[in-house]
Structure formats: C-alpha cells, structure tokens
C-alpha cells in the first residue's frame, strides 16, 4: 500500500484487514509520507507516530518516501511509491482505495496515458494552448479521445464517455490511475487491486452517518480538528479511529502535537523574503508564471493558505502551488526520483521478522534501519523531518528531538 496516513483512520484499517482477509495478503507493506505530504502541507502528525498507528491497526512494515516524491504531484508521487514497493522484490500486489473499484477501467486508461497515441496527445496539447491546467487538460483530452474512438467503432474500454468522465471525477481513481501507470512503465510483476472506497467524500466533515461499513475521510479528520481546537473544545475521534491506534493519537491531540498549513505562515514568509527570481529557478516544477507571481503578489502575503489563493490562475491548480510553497519553505531544490535507490525502515510489527529476512534476501535497493548509517543519502528527508520537529516544538513547547535520534517503532 501506498498511504499518507494523514491520519490513519477507521478507512484505512479496513484496507488492511482486506488485503490479508480478502485478497490473502501474507504481509501489508507500507511506503508511507514522512512529515509533508503531497497535497502541500505539513503532516497532521509526525511520521512516527502515524507509523505506531498503522501498526497497531495491521500493517507489519512501514517505510518512508523521500520528501521530494512525499511532496510531488499525483503522478511522482505514485511512481516513487511504486518504485519503492517494487524495488523489495516482495510484493506481488498492490492495492488502493478507487471510487470506482474497477482495476481493469483504471489499467485500460493507464495504458491510454501511458502509450498517448498521437489522437490524444493532439487534443491534450491543444486543452494546454486554450489556458486548461494539466489535469482538467488531460480529463477533457481523454473523454474525447474516447468519444472519437466511439464514433469510430474502436472503442476498446467496453465503456461510455460519460462513465470514463465519472471515473475522471474522483481524486482516487485520479491516483489509482497513477499507480497504474507507474507499474505499467516499471513493467513491474506486481498485480494492482483496487479496492471500493466506502465511506465519506474526500471533504466531507458530517459523520453522523458513519456505520461498521461507511468510513470517515482523512480530509473531514483535519478539518474536524482544526474546528474543534478553534471552538475550544473536544470532538468525539473514537467512531472515526481504529481502537488500538486510538491512544497515540488522543495523547498527540492532548499535547497539542499536531500541525496544520498554518505552521508555515510565519517561516514561509520569511523564506519568500529571501528569494530572488534567480534562486526561484532552481525549484523543480516552478514555471516563470508563478515566479513572477509569487515576487508580485509577495507584500500582500497574510499566511500560507491565504498566498496559496491569492497565487491561484485558471491554469495552476492550488494543490500544486501549495505544494511549490513547501518545496520553497523546504529549500528543495531536487527532483523527486523516479526510481527509489533504499528503503527506509520507520517501523515494523516483531512478528513480521521473516518478511524482512525475505526483503533483504531479494530487494534491489538497501534496506535502512538506522538513519545515522545513511545520513548522506537521507539528507534532504531528514533535513525537511527536523523543520518538522522545530514546528511542532515550537507550538508544544516539548523539547526537540533530532531525526538522527528518533528510533524504530516495534510492535
């Protein structure tokens, strides 16, 4: 599984209970964000702590991403995840949340995306030219490609239009796709399987209807949070939470030892302040559009969230400037590889130790447990967890705790 765990909820303990039950799963595998995440923004809690969750609600190894694919796009983000599970030489499948629940229609527009017959990649280029940003671009590019296939008589989906625009709609088909893809170019051996997501929209806050079978949205969590700690009082987490993983969480939210985007308002600015044109080149995936308008628009700056909108055009979308915001904060001047070179190890369950003498036994990348051992090549990761830390010790108060120094979670 690839996961952010932003926070490990009632959802994604369902996940893993069907992996091992459902699909006959040996061992769950996770590669996992470490402090930011790929919507742009820091982690709702730190990396150890979401790893303790995952592991008391079933998953037996959690591993981290580096910080540059953690904060990619959708589509970077997907690979490095992929890369990484596939890299262990273990994993045989990879499963995910979709919408849909249709791993077949997710391969079959993967491998659209993937091949871009010169049909589609004209109908992309010209959504690009008429001001679309990439993804409504490359949504629009798709259904009519499909639609011309249709009139053709060479539509091979065995779907309509309007059900590939539906599948279009939904952010984990979106990222399911991605994955699919990412195993489609890797040629890896490993099977998708993608699992009905059941529960609440990606926003939705309203739980009152939350059953045994209907699963909260980690986005309705923080935003659940944020009211809450703004109102001055407490919310009910425990229908929301899987019961072992409950505590860490309760003790987190009881030190207050939780960040939302508005950890970075004060440290951004001072870092927009810095830059110059020149040394805004140097961020990967920054366009001279949105330089230009970052240097504009930067004396008007009143915080993160704020800047992100005000940043905001027709052809950039917000989760992509909030996440060029964090690679600034970062001083991440490095792509996201496409290929993982280790495996990182932030936790693991002590009855999974046959599964790590398997992985060290067939893996095409090192395996990590000690970070102090790998300090060169953790650099930018461990660099990006200790601002983390500093946010975090800041708003608690607790004393700070170096990355270096953080150990495994062994359950």
């Known amino acids: 599984i690839v996961a952010e765990y932003n926070p490990f909820h009632r959802g994604h303990e369902y996940q893993i209970r069907c992996a091992k039950e459902t699909i006959g799963a040996d061992y769950v595998v996770i590669a996992?964000?470490?402090?930011?995440?790929?919507?742009?923004?820091?982690?709702?809690?730190?990396?150890?702590?979401?790893?303790?969750?995952?592991?008391?609600?079933?998953?037996?190894?959690?591993?981290?991403?580096?910080?540059?694919?953690?904060?990619?796009?959708?589509?970077?983000?997907?690979?490095?995840?992929?890369?990484?599970?596939?890299?262990?030489?273990?994993?045989?499948?990879?499963?995910?949340?979709?919408?849909?629940?249709?791993?077949?229609?997710?391969?079959?527009?993967?491998?659209?995306?993937?091949?871009?017959?010169?049909?589609?990649?004209?109908?992309?280029?010209?959504?690009?030219?008429?001001?679309?940003?990439?993804?409504?671009?490359?949504?629009?590019?798709?259904?009519?490609?499909?639609?011309?296939?249709?009139?053709?008589g060479l539509n091979t989906l065995g779907t309509s239009s309007e059900h590939i625009e539906l599948v279009l709609s939904s952010p984990n088909n979106i990222l399911g796709i991605e994955y699919c893809k990412a195993l489609l170019r890797l040629n890896s051996r490993i099977?998708?399987?993608?699992?009905?997501?059941?529960?609440s929209g990606y926003h939705d806050t309203d739980f009152s209807l939350l059953s045994d079978e209907k699963f909260p949205s980690a986005s309705g969590i923080r935003n659940l949070m944020k009211k809450s700690e703004k109102a001055g009082q407490s919310a009910d987490f425990s229908r929301l939470i899987p019961s072992a993983s409950l505590p860490g969480f309760l003790d987190s939210l009881k030190k207050g030892a939780w960040l939302s985007d508005l950890a970075l308002?004060?440290?951004?600015?001072?870092?927009?302040?810095?830059?110059?044109?020149?040394?805004?080149?140097?961020y990967p995936d920054l366009s001279d559009a949105l330089i230009r308008r970052i240097l504009k628009s930067r004396n008007q700056y009143e915080g993160f969230s704020q800047f992100a909108d005000l940043l905001k055009t027709r052809d950039i979308t917000r989760s992509a400037i909030c996440r060029s915001l964090v690679r600034i904060f970062l001083n991440q001047k490095t792509k996201a590889p496409g290929h993982i070179p280790y495996a990182r190890v932030l936790g693991f369950r002590k009855n999974s130790a046959p599964l790590l003498s398997q992985i060290k036994k067939n893996s095409s990348i090192p395996l990590i447990t000690k970070a102090a051992d790998a300090s060169s090549i953790l650099d930018e990761t461990c660099e990006a967890s200790n601002l983390y830390e500093m946010l975090l010790c800041h708003k608690t108060g607790l004393p700070f705790i170096h990355e270096m120094k953080k150990p495994l979670r062994i359950i």
């Open 32 to 152: 996992m964000s470490g402090d930011f995440v790929q919507r742009g923004a820091p982690a709702l809690m730190e990396k150890h702590v979401r790893t303790e969750m995952a592991l008391l609600g079933g998953a037996d190894l959690v591993l981290e991403m580096p910080v540059q694919t953690a904060t990619a796009s959708a589509e970077g983000f997907a690979a490095g995840g992929v890369s990484l599970l596939d890299g262990l030489g273990v994993a045989d499948e990879l499963c995910f949340g979709s919408e849909c629940g249709d791993t077949e229609i997710l391969m079959d527009i993967a491998e659209i995306l993937v091949k871009e017959p010169s049909e589609y990649r004209n109908l992309l280029q010209q959504n690009l030219r008429a001001g679309m940003s990439f993804p409504a671009a490359r949504s629009s590019a798709l259904i009519g490609y499909i639609q011309e296939k249709i009139a053709s």
């Open 191 to 199: 099977i998708p399987h993608a699992l009905l997501r059941k529960g």
């Open 265 to 282: 308002d004060l440290p951004l600015h001072y870092k927009l302040l810095l830059e110059s044109e020149e040394t805004l080149q140097m």
